[in-house]
Nanobody
Framework: QLQASGGGLVQAGGSLRLSCAAS????????MGWYRQAPGKQRESVARISPSGSTKYADSVTGRFTISRDNSKNTVYLQMNSLKPEDTAVYYC?????????????WGQGTQVTVSS
């Protein structure tokens, strides 16, 4: 199971830190990813982190978001700075394919991030 938390309402330019606790899988050997889905849009990959800590980011968040992981806590984080209204979406975490970023079904519960202008 994957449970995302930490979302909320924030003004443009603000910050939020999302957390995702994983259970029932060998977390430390798994690439993990953050994804988001805005109203009326397809879900998109935001960032992913390999078991060794290598990271990849979508162009739209590079330089503003940072993904990290704590294998001892089976948790992956997404630090989001300089938030923009276009970052408004439901954010999800999932296991991820390192090369493609594709994640499998099913999806856990996401967390809503709303950025006001």
């Amino acid at each position: 199971q994957l449970q995302a938390s930490g979302g909320g309402l924030v003004q443009a330019g603000g910050s939020l830190r999302l957390s995702c606790a994983a259970s029932g899988r060998p977390f430390s050997f798994t690439t993990m990813g953050w994804y988001r889905q805005a109203p009326g849009k397809q879900r998109e990959s935001v960032a992913r982190i390999s078991p060794s800590g290598s990271t990849k980011y979508a162009d739209s968040v590079t330089g503003r978001f940072t993904i990290s992981r704590d294998n001892s806590k089976n948790t992956v984080y997404l630090q989001m700075n300089s938030l923009k209204p276009e970052d408004t979406a439901v954010y999800y975490c999932n296991i991820a394919n390192w090369l493609s970023g594709v994640a499998p079904d099913p999806w856990g519960q996401g967390t809503q991030v709303t950025v006001s202008s």
